[in-house]
């Protein structure tokens, strides 16, 4: 059974830091690229970041440059998301994409929720 399962979201301070985590089992990690995606309220989801299978490329939306980094641990079948220097545009549901370098198979996470706010 696939399985993407993201941790590590909730309320911060704008100029604040967290690290979302997303786990995967079911498939070949290593064979598939990830992504984490944001979707706000009353807003059409986006790209934030993207890593290849095998870690050596990323690549960021222009929003998060600079403040956020993606990084994955193949061993671990894990992807991270590193927020720092939030700010309340921030929030929104993040979601974990895995999606194969081989074929055209995509995965999905349930999402996490980020809230930036004081």
């Known amino acids: 059974q696939v399985q993407l399962v993201e941790f590590g979201g909730g309320l911060v301070q704008p100029g604040g830091s967290l690290r979302l985590s997303c786990v995967a089992s079911?498939?070949?990690?290593?064979?598939?690229?990830m992504r984490w995606y944001r979707q706000a309220p009353g807003k059409e989801r986006e790209l934030v970041a993207s890593?290849?299978?095998?870690?050596?490329?990323?690549n960021y939306a222009d929003s998060v440059q600079g403040r956020f980094t993606i990084s994955r641990d193949n061993a671990k079948d894990t992807v991270y998301l590193q927020m720092n220097s939030l700010k309340p545009e921030d929030t929104a549901v993040y979601y974990c994409?895995?999606?194969?370098?081989?074929?055209?198979?995509?995965?999905w996470g349930q999402g996490t929720q980020v809230t930036v706010s004081s």
């Open positions: 994409n895995a999606r194969s370098v081989y074929a055209k198979d995509v995965y």
């Open positions: 079911g498939f070949t990690f290593s064979s598939y690229a």
């Open positions: 890593v290849t299978n095998t870690g050596r490329t990323t």
